[in-house]
Each structure stands twice: as structure tokens, then as C-alpha cells.
């Protein structure tokens, strides 16, 4: 009875700190993000068809790729298949539409060997051509020769942030308890609270005005400037489920922006015809009004799956080889 009951501690103990783990990046991010993207890229490596894409794309690496990668492995300490474990993206809300920067960070959560990965960098003739190593408020820092080319800095050796710095400032503000992170921003709280996050892939948006006023001026899009926000998720384990949810300012636009929601899908329809296999997969799309939401599903089975990439492998397998290049004659021979 103590094993089971220590056996379970442990196991509870365990879940626990990998749900710390998984919400540390939540914690650093800024406020003032208007759109979060992430991706748990633990998750997604450990699914059965990812994992056995990666292994057969590993196993098709030619002897230079595979030593090039080992290289990379030994000088840098990072295996991305098995240090790197999650992936957020943030970025604010462009005030000027006709400004083409837009603050914008990725957080990563992995195992970094942080003096082997600047020293790779040091030894590494056209990185040091492209970066500098330095000193960003007491963290280590690469950062790009042209300010267009951002900064990375290590904030420990769980934690990297990339991107703009004005972006990373704000977010080694937080870490420092010098700036409010995205618990203070209640309109992305409300969106975090309806999304998936337990999801490979999930987001959320606030739309910023710019962006409506830029889908007014357009015919076919301006309906959907009555999207005030939006939140999806995307799984792929053994079936693929992706949710997609536009929250509409009032209900009475709701019918202009079912028919530009479905407009838009009915053109990729009939992009994709050539294709008659990503057609089967599209028409499991469902589009439907809920309230003032605008939901956008689709579920895909494993079997389903399986079956398109059947009949993809049998229509490669059945087309015309290539036609062999024709020898040019043989010029005749002189007299």
C-alpha cells in the first residue's frame, strides 16, 4: 500500500510540475500582446505519424546531411527533436497601418547549453560576419549587425526569447517584475479561458482596427471587419480535429459574415478540385452560427486519413514517368 500510495505521489508531483513548466512562457508574456500563437512541440514530436515522419526523413538524410547534423548537435548541445519542448509567438497591435514593423517575439522552452551554443556562434566565420555577442540587460544576447535583424537573448537555460527589441525589452521588463505580463490584459484572458490550450497548436486574437479598416476597403472581405477576436486550436493524433471560433461585435452581422466565411471556403474549393483528395478533406468543413460566433470545424479521422493517403500513393505510383531527354543526333561526319 506505501509503494502505490508513493508511486502515485510522485506521479501527481510529476504532472504538476510539467503543468508549471508548460504555463512558464504564458508568464512572460506582454501585456500588450493583441495575437499568441503556440505550439507544443513535445506533443507534436511524440505523436505516432509526426514521429514516423521525422524518422523516415531522418533515415533518408544523405552521409553529408546526417554528418552536418551530428556536427551541429555536438558543437551547439541542442537536438531539436529532444531539447526543444514548446513554442510561443506573441506580437502587438500595429498602431500605424502603414508602418511595416510591428513588435513581435518568440518564446521557446527548451535545454540550452548557452556558453556551447556562443561559442559555436564565436567559432562560426559567417555568423560573426552576420551577429555580435553581447550583454542585454545582464543576459546573454545575439543580436543581429542590422537592427532589422533583431536579437536573441537567453534568458536562462530553460528559456530563449527572439524578435524585435523593443519586444524582447518588454518581456526581460516582466521577467524583472518591471512590466505587467498577459494575466493583466483582460480581453486575451477571456479568449485563453474559451481556447484549447491542452491543443498542439492553438492562438488567439484581438483584432486591431487597422486590420478592420484595411477589410473594409476590400468588397469581398468587409463583412469580416465585424470580427472583433479570434481563438482556434489544431490536433493531430490519431485523427485531425481542427476548431476555429470569429467573435462577431452583434448579432445582426452575423449573416454578412456567414456568407464571406463561406465565399471564401467555396474559392479554396475550387482551387484545390485539381486536387481531388485535399477536395475530400475540405468538404468535412463545417461552417456554422452559433450566437454572435462564427465556428469553423473539421474532423478528419485516422481511417479517413489513412484512405487519401492511399489514393495519393496510387495516383504518384500510376503517373506518366518522366519522359527521358531525346540524344541530339550525331553530327555527320566530315568529308
Excluded: C
Amino acid at each position: 500500500m506505501l509503494t502505490k500510495r508513493f508511486l502515485v505521489t510522485v506521479l501527481l508531483l510529476a504532472a504538476t510540475a510539467m503543468s508549471a513548466m508548460a504555463g512558464d512562457l504564458m508568464q512572460l508574456v506582454p501585456e500588450n500582446t493583441a495575437f499568441l500563437l503556440n505550439l507544443n512541440l513535445s506533443k507534436m514530436f511524440s505523436t505516432e505519424a509526426i514521429k514516423k515522419q521525422i524518422d523516415e526523413g531522418m533515415a533518408k538524410q544523405s552521409p553529408d546531411q546526417k554528418k552536418a547534423y551530428d556536427e551541429f548537435i555536438t558543437k551547439t548541445g541542442i537536438d531539436p527533436f529532444k531539447h526543444l519542448k514548446s513554442v510561443v509567438v506573441f506580437a502587438a497591435a500595429k498602431t500605424d497601418a502603414k508602418s511595416e514593423k510591428q513588435d513581435a517575439g518568440v518564446l521557446i522552452d527548451g535545454t540550452f547549453e548557452v556558453a556551447k551554443i556562443l561559442e559555436s556562434i564565436k567559432s562560426d566565420k559567417k555568423a560573426a560576419e552576420d551577429v555580435t555577442i553581447e550583454k542585454f540587460e545582464g543576459f546573454d544576447a545575439v543580436k543581429g549587425k542590422k537592427d532589422a535583424d533583431g536579437m536573441g537573448v537567453f534568458l536562462d537555460n530553460s528559456t530563449a526569447v527572439l524578435g524585435t527589441l523593443p519586444a524582447i525589452k518588454t518581456v526581460v521588463d516582466v521577467k524583472n517584475a518591471k512590466a505587467k505580463n498577459l494575466s493583466a490584459n483582460a480581453a486575451l484572458g477571456g479568449l485563453l479561458k474559451k481556447v484549447d490550450t491542452g491543443a498542439t497548436l492553438w492562438g488567439v486574437g484581438i483584432i486591431p482596427q487597422t486590420l478592420k479598416d484595411q477589410a473594409k476597403a476590400n468588397p469581398q472581405a468587409a463583412p469580416l471587419a465585424a470580427v472583433n477576436s479570434l481563438f482556434f486550436s489544431f490536433n493531430y493524433d490519431a485523427d485531425l480535429t481542427f476548431n476555429f471560433t470569429g467573435e462577431v461585435d452583434k448579432k445582426e452581422n452575423m449573416d454578412q459574415v456567414m456568407t464571406a466565411l463561406n465565399g471564401f471556403l467555396a474559392m479554396i474549393k475550387m482551387l484545390a478540385g485539381q486536387t481531388p483528395e485535399a477536395a475530400e478533406i475540405l468538404n468535412l468543413i463545417k461552417v456554422e452560427a452559433v450566437d454572435t460566433a462564427a465556428k469553423i470545424t473539421l474532423n478528419v479521422p485516422k481511417a479517413k486519413l489513412d484512405e487519401v493517403k492511399k489514393k495519393i500513393e496510387e495516383r504518384m505510383k500510376a503517373a506518366p514517368a518522366p519522359a527521358a531527354e531525346e540524344k541530339a543526333p550525331a553530327a555527320p561526319a566530315g568529308n
